[in-house]
């Protein structure tokens, strides 16, 4: 039985090995053949007795990562050695120099590269960091490490299915956080979506498959849309003697998924569902020339959408991508993007960087733009200057994966470089912290604007001060750069610092004037009578005077009551009982949540960010002053959290449901008309016995807006409430918001 299985194994290893170099063939030269089956055979052998999590041969892991290598990158021999090699020095008793003698230097300079940064996620957050600024520095040595790197990480989300649950998420998260930006940033469009599709897939399980749904479910009707929008284009191409291939294809499903969030539109309403793509087969010099005649014809057929034309031929961009867009109006009165470029063009956008390079040798007009290298030089030069933390430093550089630039001036006339997007209070705190902490506004060619106002390109910026101003909360929302946002964290903090002094001293007081111990049984009973979940936390707000020192007193009493209390009935013996006591005053507060690999019930917040309900999918993460947080994994900020700190990651899962309620807000579309208010609260409060908090409501010309929030017991039961609401007349849509 095992014999029979172990046969089937080998065969199918060498089935996949043969694919690799029949994929490979049209770049191998003489003698390559025989290194690649050298290097297969070595790695086969350091790796025979490990098994994937999926329980596969650990071998198929190499093999497809070199596949991807050829087949999704355009990388050749170096490379697939590389990658067939790329686990063996950490996994075996193989040692580089062992590399070094039977394929070269540079093959083990690469594997000691990917060697280096493999398993970097593993430790705590700035090693994690360090290590990813070291990955980088290798950026500039040989991009193939990079590049291998990609392959690898792309491999491991197609395989991420076996994984247990909290892995997904911590590898997904990763991946949205570094992976797809560089797969972006390096011009490797096909697999920087198919990371995001992943990501989506493991953590909003959900709208992914129901998107996935939907695209094939409206699949006869696209093809045949597309058929028809492209029959006349085709004809005429043909006529003017261009060779040529042109398809429609479905875009991203993340990228659907996003324009459904960020627009707060259903799938039905996503317009530009699918792109067209003309890819004409045409000679260097005529690419630009025969691009625009295909966007005539295009054009002759079809009305163009002025504001989105994109001309990426004139001006690639810095990742090398050249492509013409425009969207144009369908005659069924659907908007639908057209891209036109060429063979060689679409070769760059799909396999990024090593296509774009293997052209750059052959273009002796030097044409292509020296974007890449650019980048690459300014990489170097901000990790060798930088002296911040590591972190910082890999939020910086996540930003400038994306983000482009803004230039803007001092009053003096220097220069500074901003990410975009920066306010005036960025370029403050860029300025001088004590600048940025003290600042009220600026004059921005010399008109007066708000802190919050957006820098733009030449803007002369001078800030203002007022030494009565101080950071608060809401200034995180108004910067973008990271420095910025430490400085303010660390102004918060320290304010922070003080109101707990402030309290503790001005509590000590009270007590004792009181008569009252200032012992830590005292203070504990007080936390609990106030009911925070820290002794700190009852400081602070003492300190800031939200909790106002005189219902000190109010404590005393109730704590005299209790003694009466116990002299009648039973004692009140500890602290815990206290506590329990006053939790049966207060009523129930929170749901039960299991957390943790035993699933216990332990103490938790629910985050602010994104107000998780009973039957979300949640996760906890252990934060430094306010113990557990419970998010929903699509919460926004969930990626940062998972990503750069996994080690403070914990599992988290609702018990059965219970019936309590839970905050969550309702966005109701309609045409307004009288007694629509009344029908709303009607089906809230009459019919489903839901406890509503508030509600707001916006009509402007027959339009009817409002918002709701209200307590329900899980999601069931907003999804009932929901399908009411609907069924309301006028009520063209309700969606919910965090
Ligand atoms: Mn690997």
Same mark, same amino acid.
């Given at each position: ?382 990790? @060798? ?44 705190? @860029? ?19 708000? %802190? ?28 973008? #750069? ?69 219902? %000190? ?14 002299? #009648? ?170």
């Amino acid at each position: 039985m095992i014999q029979a299985d172990v046969a089937e194994e080998r065969n199918e290893i060498l089935k996949r090995y043969r694919r690799l170099l029949r994929q490979a063939k049209p770049i191998l030269k003489s003698g390559d053949t025989k290194l690649i089956k050298k290097a297969f055979t070595i790695s086969l052998e350091a790796h025979k007795d490990m098994r994937r999590k999926s329980g596969e041969p650990y071998i198929y892991h190499p093999l497809e990562v070199a596949l991807i290598c050829v087949e999704e990158i355009g990388l050749g021999t170096t490379s697939i050695i590389s990658a067939l090699l790329h686990d063996v020095v950490e996994d075996t008793d193989l040692e580089l120099e062992d590399i070094e003698r039977d394929f070269g230097y540079k093959v083990m300079t690469i594997i000691d590269g990917l060697t280096k940064i493999s398993g970097v996620f593993e430790y705590g957050s700035s090693q994690q960091a360090e290590n990813f600024r070291k990955m980088l520095l290798t950026l500039s040595d040989d991009v193939r490490v990079i590049l291998i790197k990609l392959a690898d990480r792309l491999n491991n989300m197609r395989t991420l299915g076996s994984m247990p649950r909290n892995k997904q998420l911590k590898i997904a998260s990763e991946t949205m956080y570094l992976y797809a930006p560089l797969a972006h940033r390096l011009g490797l469009y096909a697999i920087k979506s198919e990371l995001e599709d992943l990501f989506l897939k493991y953590t909003d399980t959900e709208s992914y498959q129901d998107i996935v749904h939907k695209i094939n479910e409206s699949k006869s009707y696209r093809n045949k849309f597309i058929k028809s929008f492209i029959q006349p284009v085709e004809d005429e191409l043909i006529r003017q003697g261009f060779k040529f291939t042109i398809k429609g294809r479905p875009k991203s499903v993340y990228s659907i998924f996003n324009k459904m969030k960020t627009q707060g539109i259903p799938f039905e309403e996503v317009f530009d569902l699918f792109a067209v793509r003309i890819i004409l087969d045409s000679e260097l010099e005529n690419e630009k020339a025969d691009c625009w005649q295909a966007y005539s014809i295009v054009t002759d057929f079809y009305r163009p959408n002025p504001n989105r034309l994109r001309d990426w031929i004139s001006t690639p961009r810095s990742n090398g991508y050249e492509s013409l867009h425009t969207t144009v109006m369908s005659t069924t009165g659907q908007w639908v993007e057209v891209q036109i470029r060429t063979g060689r063009m679409n070769d760059i956008a799909e396999r990024g960087y090593a296509a774009h390079w293997k052209y750059k040798e052959k273009d002796t007009s030097g044409r292509s733009g020296p974007g890449l290298d650019e980048w690459i030089n300014q990489v170097r030069s901000m990790l @060798e200057s930088n002296d911040g933390s590591a972190i910082e430093f890999m939020d910086d550089f996540r930003g400038n994966l994306f983000n482009d630039e803004v230039f803007v001036f001092t009053p003096k006339g220097d220069l500074k470089v901003l990410p975009t997007g920066a306010s005036a209070l960025d370029f403050a705190f @860029e300025i001088h912290t004590m600048v940025g902490a003290k600042c009220i506004g600026a004059k921005v060619n010399q008109r007066l604007v708000p %802190i919050s106002y957006k820098l733009k390109n030449g803007d002369q910026v001078e800030i203002l001060t007022s030494s009565k101003q101080k950071p608060t909360e809401d200034w995180l929302h108004q910067v973008v #750069t990271s420095r910025a946002k430490a400085k303010i964290k660390d102004a918060l903090r320290e304010e922070k610092k003080s109101a707990i002094l402030d309290g503790r001293e001005i509590v000590q007081r009270k007590l004792k004037s009181m008569k009252l111990d200032f012992s830590s049984e005292v203070i504990e009973q007080l936390r609990a009578f106030f009911d925070l979940k820290t002794a700190n936390e009852f400081y602070y707000r003492v300190g800031r005077g939200i909790i106002d020192p005189t219902s %000190i007193k109010s404590f005393k009493d109730f704590k005299e009551q209790q003694k009466q209390k116990s002299k #009648t009935t039973e004692k009140v013996k500890d602290e815990s009982s206290f506590t329990k006591e006053i939790k049966n005053l207060k009523g129930p507060e929170h749901d039960q949540l299991l957390i943790g690999e035993d699933m216990d019930i332990v103490d938790y917040n629910l985050a602010k960010c994104c107000n998780p309900i009973p039957g979300d999918e949640v996760f906890g993460f252990v934060t430094i002053n306010e113990g557990i947080k419970i998010h929903r994994t699509t919460c926004p900020n969930a990626v940062e959290l998972l990503s750069n700190h996994g080690n403070r990651v914990i599992k988290a899962r609702w018990t059965s449901q219970r019936e309590i309620a839970f905050l969550a807000g309702l966005r109701i579309l309609g045409t307004d008309r009288v007694g629509m208010i009344n029908d709303l609260t009607k089906v809230i409060s009459n019919e489903l016995k839901v406890n509503m908090r508030s509600i707001t409501v916006d009509s402007d010309g027959g339009i009817f807006e409002g918002t709701i929030k209200l307590y329900v017991n899980n999601t069931e039961h907003l999804d009932q409430l929901i399908k009411n609401l609907n069924q309301i007349e006028g009520v063209i849509k309700v969606s919910r918001f965090d």
